[in-house]
Structures are given as structure tokens and as C-alpha cells.
């Protein structure tokens, strides 16, 4: 059973509307910059367009940014890049853009026509037709496929790339959608299929449905032929949660061992509640696990923290667990679990997947990526390494549930990406396909050092650097990192940053903070709210190695980051600027004082606080960015960087930021694509601007 067949949305899978961020956040007279929050007003996008013609003035006009362009686009939209595909009945599926698939379309061909140098290729649905049918700015979010015959699938489109989409059926094999079949208008919704004429829909069903953070909290079942209108509701929660999402439960042959609501009381913690004949039922978990597939019969649990369900029976956090699933079915309430995998020291769990009778397990150990494959036999688990190149970030690509074959992505900084499949009848492991090198990485190496941080945690970070580089402080070098939501900074081969900055002559750094998910939940939980500052200690202290080392120096050093990382690049910035000679501020959080009011702000109260509670607004005020930029202090100029599209970290916090910075009378840059989501791109001319601006900024403050 793949991730697929448990229809939980992923924590960040969708945002508030503008229509209700705006409503949440009129402009108050505490804040001159709050009318920019108004995500669609005419006065703020007025603002915004001139803001991008000054930054076109500064970066296109530079001579280097066409050739940033070209090149990075050429790598985008390369013919030979890995076409990455999802394992299903009738075939491999791809979706795939490039020059003349600007929007992109859905392919699928042959495990043996995958197999060689050019595939050939049958187009199952033109993004790219359709949007030009329809006159609709559609792009392409994925599809949820009814098992075991995958044919029936809810297409899932946005507009211009926000959270927020319409889900619409599509008949595989006819290549068309399904006359008369489900269609879901916009909304931020959650779908799941029950059987071919049921689904369980989480939507925003009219006033009074969706919690603070913009989310739904009412599960309702839709009948083929029914209107909204005319759903079954069959769970409610709470609006001072944070989202309630339907879940099946499915083995490998498509069959359903259970449905229900994934309760999410805040964005770490969930209950999940079996809707039985007689009623919901709580299952009785820790707040902080999650059902993770059925395979041999077994159903998989994630954990995330340390728990005792009976006497003598205890797990650590970032263990894998299984029940017995027949002894689950009939007593979900009794049932105990036994332990598949914990992790060691410096290791953590990475990805958990299925075939139709193998477990996948891929784990981090010291950031550096190892797999396994599992067989539950004679009432044991046997693990059995796979055999994957060393030192490099492993990650499942595709699995089957038709037998036990799958495919593994294999990466590094330096090592371009090559994708592993699995023989389903041997086990054995070959290399299927393997991308060009995209730059030059030859006269590069990869280094992984520890920096202190102000407590006395040693923080590890790699450093990507050419080999001839003189320790004196000289070369160029963007520090990059993240640091939030147990998200793990792993190596991983990029063409387009090897090529603008590698390859002529500079580093990257990337930190491994505390808050990320590197080294497991603990890692993560230690800075959190209250302690939230924690992480921008690290990032400082990783600076400060990478200059004491003389790797590079303030002059030359720049940081870089989104979303969370973006913050992460605010704080920076405020609190120690004289570090820093550039910023790149991605898609960020800056003002952390009403986050909470902004896009899907509420839902991350459980990662920074909540600043309507006095005491928890005392340590946010601490570091909050935006309310740190103050007069008579000098900034290293920053490039802030956001989309109109973005319905999940609001667009507002980056315009607010320049806005500041030009009351204050300091240099900045600013871009605002139109469209792009949270990607802040929604096609490859568009991710190829994205980079030949940043790069050609970088270029100009860190190199000339």
C-alpha cells in the first residue's frame, strides 16, 4: 500500500482564501503597511508591479541575468532530465513540462519502453489544451486514483497555482473527464475516495465550517449525483482546531480495512477517529503517530514521540510500529503493536512505503540517506539492506502495489541524480535511469563540519566548496537553511545552482538547525515555541564558523531561505546584519506578530506560539523581523521574494517587509510573481526567472 491509499492531506497541503484573509485582517492604524495585506486590492497590486519594474531595472539590465536565464531554463527544460514516475496498473505516469508543455501534461508508457533512452510516451491529459479550452489559468496539482484499478481519479487544478483548487473526475483510459461525474468547485478541500460512488469530502461548506486557520472541520459523504448541498455530514470538529481530513484505510488489492477523520487538534498533534456502524471511534494513539500503510497484514504506525500503550510495553519517538491487523479490526481498542524500527543514535526515519508484500523503510543516519526492505515472517520482521550507493540522500520514488517492485532516488550535491529500480521477483537493485551532469562539479568537494551554538549544541553543516579555494575569507558563499516543522536540509543534486553559482568558483553552505528533522522529533520539538530561538542561534553560529574558518567572510557571505526559511533569513538579518551582505527572503513569515491573521498563519501556532497570549507573544515579539527593522540600524540589503498566488504563507509579509525597509530609507529588492502558489512558480519559464533574478542579485552583492 503506497502513501496514496491514505488520503490524509500533508500538513501544508492547503491555505485560507483571500476573501477570508482579507476579511481577518482589516487595516488597523497600529500598522501603516497593512493595507499591502489586502492580498487582490488594486491599490496593493499597483504597488507591487512598480516594485517589480525597479527590480527588473536593477537585475535584468544586468548583462549576466540573460545569460542566468538561459541557462537555468535550458536545465529546466532539458529533454534528458529524469521523467519521474508513479507506479499504477496500466503503466508508468509522468507529468512532465518543458518548452512545449509550458503547463504540462500527464503521460503515461511501459515499464520496458521506460526502460530505454526514449520512451515513448502517450498523453493521458493536455494541462496546456485545457487551460486554452477553458480560458482558465489551470495548473496541475495531481490526481487521487480509485484503487486497484486506478482508472477513476480526481484531477486536482488550481487556479494560478493556489492552495485552494477544484477536483474534478477523470476517466484514465477514455482520457477524458467523466460526463456527469464528481466535480468539486474551488475550495480548500480534501477528498477521499470510499468506493466508486462515495467519497469523503473536507471542504469549506458554507459560513461557520472552517476552523481559525482557514480549514475545514466538517467531513460530510458525497454520493455519486449528489450536490454539495445534498452530502451526508458524518464528522464535525471544532473551528478552535486546526482541520479535520478524511482518511481510508487500504491494503495493497485496493481493500478497505477502515475509513475516518484525521482530527488535527494543532498542526503536530491528530487524532484519528474510525467511523464504525455504531459510531466514531478514537483510536488510541498518541497525539503525535499516524497510520502509515498496510502491508503482509500489518498496519504501519509512525510515531513521533515516546509512548507506553500498556505495562512493560514502551517505544521511542521515531519508532516504526505494527499491529496484527485482523486482532486490530476486531478490537481497534485492545489491539497492542510491536516494534518494526527505532532509530539509533544520530538517525531518524525518513520515508515509509509499500509493494504488495514488502515493506520500504529510508532513514537518515548523520544526514546520510540508507534504505531497507522488510518481510513480516514467521510473526517477525526481516530487514534486509538495499544495496544503494553510500553517503547520498535515498528517497522511494515509486512503489508498486501490484508486486514488490519499486524505485529509489539517489542524490548528493555534486553527484547528479540517478533513479534505482527494484527487481520485483529478485530484490535486486540496478541503476534505471541517471541525469547528465547539469554543471561542471569537478573542482568541487563536499565537507560536513559542527558549529557551537550559543547553548553549546553542536550543529552540523555541509559545505559544498571548490577544492583550489583559498581560506582567506574571499569566496562567495550562500549560507542556506530551513529549521522548522521537522522538515530535514538533506543533500541534493541541483543543476540550476551548480551551474549560476557553483561552477563559477563559489560555495553553499546548508545548516542543519535545530527545529528541522535531521536527527529525529527531539530535534525538532527543542525548538519550538518558547524556544523557537534557538534555531536562529544555530543559523548564527553556522555563520560565524563558516567566517572563523575563513571559509568566507562578512563581505562575502549571503543567506538564503523560504517560507520558514525566510523567517529564518529575517532573523538572521535583524539580529546579527553585520554577518551578512546579502539576503534572499523566499516566500517568508516576517511579521510573527499577526501571522496567526494572515493566510494559513493560525495552523502553526504549535510551532511559534500564539501571539494573542500575552506570554507567548513576549518571546515572538523577541524576534519577529518585521518589527525588528528599525531606523538608525544597517541591513544587509535583502531581495524579498513572494507570489499573489501564495494562499499559504500570505504574500503580505514580504510586501509589508520592503515596505518597511523603504520607510526606513534602506536598500531592498522586491519581486512578486502573479502567479506560482507557495512555489512562487507555476511553470519552468517562470521557475528560470525565479532563479536568474536571485542569482543575479547574489552575483551583484556577493561576487562584483
Known sequence: MKYRKIVVAGLF??????????????PGADDPNEWLEEIEGAKPLAWARAENEKTFGVLQKDPRYQAYYNEALQILQAKDRIPFVSIRPDGL???WQDQEHVRGVLRRTSLASYRTATPQWETVLDIDALAKSENANWVYQGSNCLPPEDRRCL???????????????????????????????????????????TLLVARDWGEGTLTKSGYPFVVKELKRGQTLDQAREVY??????????????????????????????????????????????SLPLPRKASPSGIVDGRLLVTLREDWSPAPNLKFKSDSLLSYDLAEWKRGPLKALPSLVFAPGPRQTLGGVATTKDKLLLTILDNVRGQAFAYDYTGGAWKKTPVALPKNATISVAAASDDDNSAMFSVTDY???????????????????????????????????????SKDGTKIPYFVVRPKNMKFDGSTPTLLNGYGGFQIPQVPGYSGTMGKLWLERGNSWVVANLRGGGEFGPSWHQTAQGANKQRTWDDFIAV?????????????????????QGGLLVGTAITQRPELFNAAIVQVPLFDMLRYNKMGAGASWIGEYGDPEKP?????????????????????PMPFFLTST????????????????????????????????????????????????????????????
Request: proline share 5%; glycine share 8%.
Open 13 to 26: 497541503a492547503f491555505a485560507s482564501l483571500g476573501s477570508i484573509v482579507s476579511a481577518q485582517t482589516a
Open 236 to 281: 464535525r470538529g471544532s473551528p478552535n482546531e486546526n482541520r479535520a481530513d478524511p482518511f481510508v484505510l487500504r491494503d495493497s488489492a485496493g481493500k478497505v480495512h477502515g475509513i475516518g477523520v484525521s482530527r488535527g487538534i494543532n498542526f503536530f498533534e491528530r487524532e484519528f477517529v474510525l467511523l464504525t456502524p455504531k459510531g466514531p471511534v
Open 543 to 563: 555563520a560565524e564558523d563558516v567566517i572563523r574558518r575563513k571559509i568566507t567572510s562578512p563581505r562575502r557571505l549571503g543567506v538564503v531561505g523560504g517560507s
Open 645 to 704: 498566488k501564495d494562499d499559504r504563507v500570505h504574500p503580505g509579509h514580504g510586501r509589508k517587509a520592503a515596505a518597511k525597509m523603504a520607510a526606513l530609507g534602506q536598500p531592498y529588492l522586491y519581486y512578486e510573481n502573479m502567479d506560482g502558489g507557495h512555489a512562487a512558480a507555476a511553470n519552468l519559464p517562470e521557475s528560470a526567472r525565479f532563479y536568474a533574478l536571485q542569482y543575479t542579485y547574489a552575483t551583484q552583492r556577493l561576487v562584483d
Open 155 to 197: 484531477v486536482v487544478l488550481s487556479n494560478g497555482g493556489k492552495d485552494a483548487n477544484v477536483v474534478r473526475e477523470f476517466d484514465m483510459v477514455e482520457k477524458r473527464f467523466v460526463e456527469g461525474g464528481f466535480n468539486l468547485p474551488e475550495a480548500k478541500q480534501t477528498v477521499a475516495w470510499v468506493d466508486a460512488d
Open 414 to 452: 555534486l553527484t547528479p541524480t540517478t533513479l534505482w529500480y527494484m527487481d520485483s521477483a529478485t530484490g535486486n537493485v540496478a541503476t534505471l535511469k541517471s541525469s547528465p551532469p547539469r554543471f561542471d562539479a569537478s573542482k568541487h568537494m563536499i565537507e560536513q563540519f559542527e558549529a557551537t
Open 615 to 635: 506570554e507567548q507573544r513576549a518571546w515572538i515579539e523577541g524576534y519577529s523581523p518585521y518589527q525588528k527593522l528599525v531606523a538608525g540600524k544597517t541591513y
Open 93 to 95: 505516469y509522468n507529468f
